[in-house]
Antibody, heavy 131, light 110 residues
Framework: QLQLQESGPGLVKPSETLSLTCTVSGGSINTESYYWGWIRQPPGKGLEWLGN???????YYNPSLKNRVTISMDTSKNQFSLKLNSVTAADTAVYYC???????????????????????WGLGTTVTVSS | QSILTQPPSVSAAPGQKVTISCSGTSSNIANNYVSWYQQLPGTAPKLLIF???KRPSGIPDRISASKSGASATLDITGLHTGDEADYYCGTWDNSLNTWVFGGGTKLTVL
């Protein structure tokens, strides 16, 4: 059974970098079958997608984060990570990692990927930005 | 303000049916796959529906969904108090180049 577990500091100072890791057990992240993503939820608010990562190293980020976000993977540890720099109080949230399902639509010469949704989620980790 | 519009709250009596709507545009729902999530208080979201209408293994058939044009709906029948949760729709937006979630709908089972 696939499980995801977020870890990292619960408190980050303003202007510093938030760093979280998602450890995956029960399956390999080094697979062409899924993407891996990060989603956050500010206190009392809705869900916000941060970005996705494919085993090839391709990444896709929420443009609203204005180049502050980086997602990477360490296949030797079966982990993927989130870095968010120049944080402010607005980045205070519960951060979730998730596995992402997708469909491949293939033409004569190439395929495009279309997300179905996030089917396995971690429990989430709370990050507070405060001095 | 969310790109996908959901009613803030819905309610129904135990045993009854509720429908939650998710309204979008040609940039998102109309041309991409919709998924639905249930978030019980204090827990992570759980996938209920993907690929517009498909249920993952373990999701009961009293939960169903549909999509027509730029709108999607989630139906839950045979309501019980354990269904009280926040429900979110989600899809890709081709114009924004981002995954978007609805603002969420709080379901109360009276």
């Amino acid at each position: 059974q696939l499980q995801l577990q977020e870890s990292g500091p619960g408190l980050v100072k303003p202007s510093e970098t938030l760093s979280l890791t998602c450890t995956v057990s029960g399956g390999s992240i080094n697979t062409e079958s899924y993407y891996w993503g990060w989603i956050r939820q500010p206190p009392g608010k809705g869900l916000e997608w941060l970005g996705n990562l494919y085993y090839s190293g391709s990444t896709y980020y929420n443009p609203s984060l204005k180049n502050r976000v980086t997602i990477s993977m360490d296949t030797s540890k079966n982990q993927f990570s989130l870095k968010l720099n120049s944080v402010t109080a607005a980045d205070t949230a519960v951060y979730y990692c998730a596995r992402v399902l997708f469909a491949a639509h293939c033409g004569s010469s190439s395929c495009s990927h279309h997300y179905y949704g996030m089917d396995v989620w971690g429990l989430g980790t709370t990050v507070t930005v405060s001095s | 303000q969310s790109i996908l519009t959901q009613p803030p709250s819905v309610s129904a009596a135990p045993g009854q049916k509720v429908t939650i709507s998710c309204s979008g545009t040609s940039s998102n729902i109309a041309n991409n796959y919709v998924s639905w999530y249930q978030q019980l208080p204090g827990t992570a979201p759980k996938l209920l529906i993907f690929d517009n209408i498909k249920r993952p293994s373990g999701i009961p058939d009293r939960i169903s969904a549909s999509k027509s044009g730029a709108s999607a709906t989630l139906d839950i029948t045979g309501l019980h108090t354990g269904d009280e949760a926040d429900y979110y729709c989600g899809t890709w937006d081709n114009s924004l180049n981002t995954w978007v979630f609805g603002g969420g709908t709080k379901l109360t089972v009276l």
